[in-house]
């Protein structure tokens, strides 16, 4: 698994760099889990300031009929490096969606640990709540602790960022006699800002998820995504993926496209001028 893993990072990092071909003097910041790829920044929202993420997704798993989801999140930063979150996924066939169901609420907190120094990454913390009250939820509450680690470097003439975020989740209630009761999550990746677009980023990750049923598989995925700036307040993004191992019901492609809007509100913590 960890050769595969090199493997997907290596080849997307040297697809990021065939597609910027020069330096780049600033990166898109505050990236969210699913707007448009798994991987996140250790970046915080500051106080004050929100944003409202909108994607849709069709995916054609290896087997079955294909799924049409739609990610809703909230973030707000309510005081100095200190943010939170509410989040929900919808899904096309809610009866067959699980893990988070269909309309299940997520509610997270996220600080930040440290600033980026000369030898040590920017660090973050989250913790977070995954409450049933969606459909098919069988009262099921989730909890997952996640960390989250951003490093700017350089590679040759082309400077990036590189991000790692580990999790750990466990079923509180509602746990079948199959199920672990706590499985990691893991996702790293690189992204930068294109030189000659600096309104445009592109982000890349590889990611594995153990199994929630002792008896299936760990997935790892491979996503490529773009975000394009079209004002300070409003940005769109996009992105396609695979699983590549997994159960046999795992994605065999996916697709996601969506908007961000940024907003500001009571600025806790902070005197704006």
Sequence with gaps: MAALMAFGIGTLTSTLILLSGASVRAQEKELAAGHPVRVEDAFYVPPGDGSLLATGSTVLPNRGEHLG?????????????????????????SSETSNPSSGDLNIAARVSLSDESLYLPLLATQLAVNAPTGDGSRAAVDLEAKGYATKSVTLGLLPLFLHLNASLQTRASARGSD???????????????????????????????????RHEPDTIGLELGARYRLSPAIAI????????????????????????????GPAFGRTRP
């Design 69 to 93: 989801l739609l990610a809703l999140d909230l973030q707000y930063g309510l005081l100095p490096r200190t943010q939170i979150s509410l989040g929900t996924v919808l899904s096309s066939r």
């Design 179 to 213: 199920e672990r009761l706590v499985r990691d999550h893991l996702a790293l990746g690189p992204s930068l800002t294109l030189p000659w677009q600096a309104a445009t980023t592109v982000i890349a990750d590889v990611y594995v998820d153990q199994a929630l049923s």
């Design 237 to 264: 993004h996009g992105a396609i993926g695979t699983e590549v191992a997994g159960p046999s019901a795992r994605s065999a492609f996916f697709a996601r496209a969506g908007v961000g809007i940024g907003f500001t």
